[in-house]
């Protein structure tokens, strides 16, 4: 009779973690040298910037057919989706780190807009019922509701 195999949280864990590890460099590998082939179609004038743009286009148009898009994009958003494509295509640096540090004022923006949006606090019924314990007689009573 086969003994059940025992393994502690900590070693799944341990193993989930080992393979997600795995998976990401695999990813990252995957990227590299589909960006390297793509380089050098493009160098090689295979790949043009139309090609780019269109592809683009085909595959918002797939995207929306699948119903996983409301609407097409305006000319406008597809060709900031294929300028962005284009930078990492040509290794442009300079226009990656602008992009790059642009992203970052906008979050970081977006974190304090929403660091200064008030918020809405809702009260568990055990809170309500001790407020409603703790009003003076002739308030209201079980009825009261105090709003800060």
Same mark, same amino acid.
């Given at each position: 009779?086969?003994? #059940?195999?025992?393994?502690?949280? $900590?070693?799944?864990?341990?193993? +989930?973690?080992? =393979?997600?590890?795995?998976?990401?460099?695999?990813?990252?590998?995957?990227?590299?040298?589909?960006?390297? !082939?793509?380089?050098?179609?493009? @160098?090689?004038?295979?790949?043009?910037?139309?090609?780019?743009?269109?592809?683009? =286009?085909? $595959?918002? +148009?797939?995207?929306? $057919?699948?119903?996983?898009?409301?609407? +097409?994009?305006?000319?406008?958003?597809?060709?900031?989706?294929?300028?962005?494509?284009?930078?990492?295509?040509?290794?442009? !640096?300079?226009?990656?780190?602008?992009?790059?540090?642009?992203?970052?004022?906008?979050?970081? @923006?977006?974190? =304090?807009?929403?660091?200064?949006?008030?918020?809405?606090?809702?009260?568990?019924?055990?809170?309500?019922?001790?407020?409603? =314990?703790?009003? #003076?007689?002739?308030?209201?009573?079980?009825?009261?509701?105090?709003?800060?």
């Amino acid at each position: 009779m086969a003994v #059940p195999m025992q393994i502690s949280l $900590e070693e799944v864990i341990t193993m +989930l973690l080992s =393979r997600v590890e795995s998976l990401t460099m695999s990813d990252e590998n995957n990227k590299t040298r589909f960006n390297i !082939v793509v380089r050098a179609l493009y @160098e090689k004038g295979l790949l043009t910037e139309e090609d780019i743009t269109e592809s683009v =286009r085909a $595959e918002h +148009l797939m995207l929306k $057919e699948l119903g996983m898009m409301p609407e +097409l994009p305006g000319d406008d958003v597809v060709h900031a989706v294929a300028d962005s494509i284009l930078q990492w295509i040509r290794g442009d !640096v300079e226009a990656i780190k602008q992009a790059m540090a642009e992203y970052d004022k906008k979050l970081k @923006e977006y974190a =304090r807009e929403e660091a200064r949006k008030s918020t809405i606090a809702v009260a568990s019924s055990d809170v309500l019922h001790q407020l409603d =314990r703790m009003s #003076p007689p002739g308030s209201g009573g079980k009825n009261s509701r105090l709003i800060i």
